[in-house]
């Protein structure tokens, strides 16, 4: 029987550690990748230009490493339910492969490709490889349910098995014995988009600092290994105002868009620690990061509703403020605390924040000062965050709200005195609000209160050329404590400080 | 599921049928299961009807219906008559909470307007415990003060005004808001409990409320009130003898309070709550002299003196000088070595300390001597501060199994030559007598 398979792109944009790929290879007489994408839809969907540069980069860079072994991406514009009947017929698919996608939304949907391509005859291969482990596997074993305290979780990973090994990259032999038939105007038809045709004007700026693709992931990795191994320490490094720059390390977007195997991460991780600890095995802090990730995604697995406060079980029903023009200004890095609005900028213009800066915008936005819906900023978050996806942002946003898993909220960030303990030379806030940046580091972080003469000397009046600050931090947070306890109070498991 | 299994009180009462004219009285201890059981069962009488629903005295109804939220009481009183009436008694609207939100900014539903109609008409006599949850909405603070204003025919023992989000009483105009309040003060008579934070009530209203409730007054909850001045609160303190807790900022304390609280006629004060908070940076605070919390403690020994702090750091000069009977401190904001230093000295009281920032120096010093003199500190957290893993086993080793709450976020507790992090929580776990862990923040 003639085996014409179509691989699944949907995360896991990758050619190693792809046992999906592998799959479909497999005694394959043809094969072709795919990525599904509406750029009618482009437009609507909550996600910024920077999100999409990085897809688009991973789909070419896809599409360049596919080149090398005699084949090609195929991007199909539309929507998967209409799309996969077409090439079912189209190129007599006999088997369709993609990697497992946790997420409610994503089980319910590839539920309904499944059943569809049965009617259609075709077998279908999926596999965990998004993940460490398997979400349900971690359920079962915590008394069916999800772990909702990080602790717990590091209990029951402790007694499982090890994550799988990874897979070796697709070879050239492997590819050689499956053909794909590419045509003439395959560019035309299955080409990458542009930024323009999703509706995006960029102005050519393209000195963005996160470059997607498979190909930039493991670079990447190997410098941070080196990193890592130059440092010679494993233990949590202190941030420094270095830190709040983009790292050429950092790998939390390649891990969310699967350009790099989080498998491949774990286990050289693993080994550069055995190589130069020679002990027996690592502890589970080595891999802070990646179970961070896996947490969030058992968490939200079986959750349709873990993006919500109305109707999720694990969340605090805490009664936010609705303010939009708050939220636009916190939104937009109008809040008149340089700390903050110089993290909103960094964050618009890059995609990437450290995760302590992000504790500071979601303090403030939520329980620490302008009391609006994590929700909200979730989805702000969502719009404009390289390494947010539905799992990881939600639960997040949860934890850093003090809305779920149990959290002390006793502690808040202050947004003058947190931004100068973190970044006492100031230099943050000057790259990302230029505007302030003649201001010495005595106010810089809180401008309102300069006398008139450094203001004027500065050459940044606020209020005029620098928005005065939104809210009083003080008296805001006082309130917000009270608010906060009076919704823990009334909770029967709160076993908390702050009387 | 048998009946008799409570039958061994009141063996009689089980098997007695519920005869159609309700004479009889259950058990006012008994829970709705109990009283469904019993009419379930019939006895064995021959010629018995079955239960009727319709029958149910109204004492047992009440009963029920006190146990269901408003929304099902209000639909089961749709069913008939008797169940109407029985929605209406007094009993069941001695409390009540209005809840009012505007669509625009909440995501919370309101008290629907009919039923506050029908509320101020048929029910005011029988209101006592009324809180109001307002959004930060104007329209909703006016909404309460509105229904406040008709209370005429009250006599509440608890009011609340409670704000869930941003203080919206404090944008109405202060004389609309005095009024309404005052018709409470003035009809009520016997409050007991008030809780007025975040309002623009004022030195002339607090005197009606003295003049009206002075006997009855418990409970008094002020935080953040501008319109009033340390002699308002005076007037207060002089005149309620039975005042037992108080909430305030700081600007309202003063030495004659605290004597008018200590006073031979006043009774034993259980919780003072006070709030520093600064307006303005570099903010001058009065000092309280030790001899008026010594006459405090003298007088109410086992008081909880509760200090919420949001200061700048430099503003905490007066704080923490002499001994000070707090037994719970929150520090807001960042706070100084010194200071921290300055309260291992001065507070000997303490049972629960918050330092939400310190500051990049470790913090070994002060939390030993915090551990010394502190003979009753049983909860504390830590927020970003920095403390050496040494300290911190000998921290917890000194304070013992009397921690009962020790919240650490992870980042403070810095590893040394002697103990790593994955080391600490068992030696402090060990210590403690139970397991213990940091508190965790995501690092993705």
């Given at each position: 029987m003639v085996v014409n398979s179509v691989h699944w792109f949907r995360k896991g944009l990758r050619l190693h550690d792809n046992p999906a790929l592998q799959e479909a290879l497999n005694g394959a007489e043809t094969v072709r990748c795919v990525y599904i994408l509406d750029p009618w839809f482009a437009g609507s969907a909550n996600v910024g230009v920077n999100r999409w540069r990085f897809l688009l980069e991973s789909l070419e860079d896809l599409d360049t490493s596919l080149r090398k072994l005699n084949s090609r991406l195929f991007v199909v514009r539309g929507q998967p339910t209409d799309v996969f009947p077409r090439l079912f017929k189209e190129w007599n698919v006999t088997r369709l492969t993609f990697e497992y996608d946790s997420e409610p939304y994503g089980k319910e949907r590839d539920a309904a490709i499944i059943k569809m391509a049965q009617e259609y005859g075709v077998e279908t291969a999926v596999r965990n490889t998004h993940t460490l482990y398997n979400p349900d596997r971690i359920i079962e074993m915590n008394n069916h349910s999800p772990p909702l305290t990080f602790k717990r979780f590091q209990a029951i990973v402790n007694r499982l098995e090890l994550p799988r090994k990874p897979l070796p990259t697709i070879s050239q032999e492997q590819m050689a014995r499956c053909q794909t038939k590419i045509s003439e105007n395959h560019d035309e038809r299955y080409g990458v988009p542009s930024l323009e045709e999703l509706g995006f004007k960029t102005h050519g700026d393209s000195s963005h600092v996160w470059k997607g693709g498979e190909t930039e992931a493991l670079e990447r990795l190997n410098k941070h290994l080196d990193r890592k191994a130059w440092v010679a320490n494993f233990e949590r490094p202190r941030i420094t105002a270095q830190s709040l720059f983009a790292s050429p390390t950092g790998l939390s977007p390649y891990l969310r868009f699967g350009c790099l195997s989080c498998r491949v991460f774990y286990y050289n991780l693993w080994e550069l620690y055995m190589k130069l600890r020679r002990s027996s095995s690592p502890p589970l802090s080595l891999f802070g990061q990646l179970l961070w990730r896996e947490f969030f995604y058992t968490a939200g697995t079986?959750?349709?509703?873990?993006?919500?406060?109305?109707?999720?079980?694990?969340?605090v029903q805490i009664p936010w403020d609705h303010n939009p023009e708050a939220l636009a200004k916190w939104a937009e890095g109008r809040t008149g605390f340089p700390w903050i609005d110089a993290i909103m900028t960094q964050l618009r213009q890059e995609g990437w924040i450290h995760h302590l800066a992000r504790h500071a915008v979601a303090c403030f936005l939520t329980r620490g000062d302008l009391w609006i819906s994590w929700e909200s900023g979730m989805k702000v978050f969502e719009e404009l965050l390289l390494d947010a996806d539905w799992s990881v942002n939600a639960g997040s946003w949860m934890w850093l709200s003090c809305s779920a898993f149990f959290q002390q909220f006793f502690h808040c960030y202050c947004p003058v005195g947190f931004g100068r303990r973190t970044d006492p030379s100031g230099d943050y806030i000057r790259r990302y609000i230029p505007k302030l940046k003649d201001y010495p580091n005595r106010y810089i972080f809180e401008p309102w209160n300069a006398p008139e003469s450094v203001q004027k000397a500065a050459n940044c009046i606020v209020g005029v050329d620098y928005p005065k600050p939104m809210i009083n931090h003080a008296e805001n947070s006082r309130l917000n404590i009270e608010r906060m306890k009076q919704v823990y109070q009334q909770l029967s498991h709160y076993r908390g400080l702050s009387e | 599921m048998s009946n008799t299994q409570n039958s061994s009180l009141r063996p009689s009462r089980m098997k007695r049928r519920l005869s159609r004219d309700g004479e009889d009285s259950p058990s006012s201890c008994e829970g709705p299961t109990d009283s469904c059981k019993r009419v379930r069962q019939p006895t064995v009488d021959s010629g018995d009807l079955p239960p009727d629903w319709a029958c149910l005295p109204q004492e047992i109804l009440l009963h029920i219906f006190q146990f269901l939220p408003l929304l099902d009481r209000a639909f089961a009183s749709q069913v008939c008559r008797g169940w109407n009436e029985a929605f209406h008694m007094p009993e069941l609207w001695r409390c009540f909470e209005f809840e009012l939100n505007q669509p625009a900014s909440s995501y919370l539903k309101a008290t629907h307007p009919d039923l506050i109609k029908q509320i101020i008409k048929r029910h005011s006599n029988h209101l006592q415990y009324v809180s109001f949850k307002v959004d930060s909405s104007t329209e909703s603070a006016e909404a309460a003060c509105d229904i406040l204003s008709q209370l005429v025919n009250c006599s509440l023992k608890t009011l609340g005004l409670i704000s869930t989000a941003r203080p919206s009483f404090m944008e109405l105009p202060k004389s609309h808001f005095i009024s309404a309040l005052t018709v409470v003060f003035v009809n009520s008579k016997s409050l007991s409990s008030l809780k007025i934070d975040d309002t623009p009530v004022d030195d002339p209203s607090l005197k009606v409320l003295v003049a009206n409730n002075s006997d009855t007054l418990k409970l008094l909850k002020m935080s953040s009130c501008p319109h009033v001045s340390p002699a308002g609160i005076l007037c207060v303190a002089d005149q309620c003898h039975g005042l037992r807790e108080l909430a305030l900022n700081y600007h309202l304390l003063s030495d004659e309070l605290l004597l008018a609280l200590s006073s031979e006629k006043h009774v034993h004060l259980e919780h003072l709550r006070i709030d520093v908070v600064s307006e303005n940076p570099g903010q001058q605070f009065h000092t309280i002299k030790k001899s008026s919390w010594d006459a405090m403690v003298r007088h109410s020994p086992k008081f909880n003196l509760v200090m919420y702090f949001f200061l700048y750091e430099d503003e905490f000069g007066p704080f923490f000088r002499d001994e000070i009977p707090v037994t719970h401190l929150y520090f807001g904001r960042s706070v100084s070595k010194e200071v921290l230093g300055r309260v291992g000295m001065n507070c000997p009281r303490l049972v629960e300390l918050v330092v939400c920032a310190n500051g990049l120096r470790p913090l070994d010093e002060e939390l030993i001597r915090i551990a010394e003199r502190c003979q009753h500190l049983s909860a504390i957290g830590l927020g970003e501060c920095e403390v050496s893993c040494s300290a911190f086993v000998e921290f917890v080793k000194m304070c013992g199994r009397r921690l009962s709450q020790l919240s650490i976020m992870e980042e403070v507790l810095i590893p040394d030559h002697k103990y790593s992090l994955d080391e600490i929580h068992w030696e402090v776990s060990k210590h403690l007598g139970r397991v213990w862990f940091p508190d965790m923040m995501p690092t993705w």
């Open positions: 079986n959750n349709p509703n873990f993006d919500h406060m109305e109707g999720n079980p694990i969340c | -």
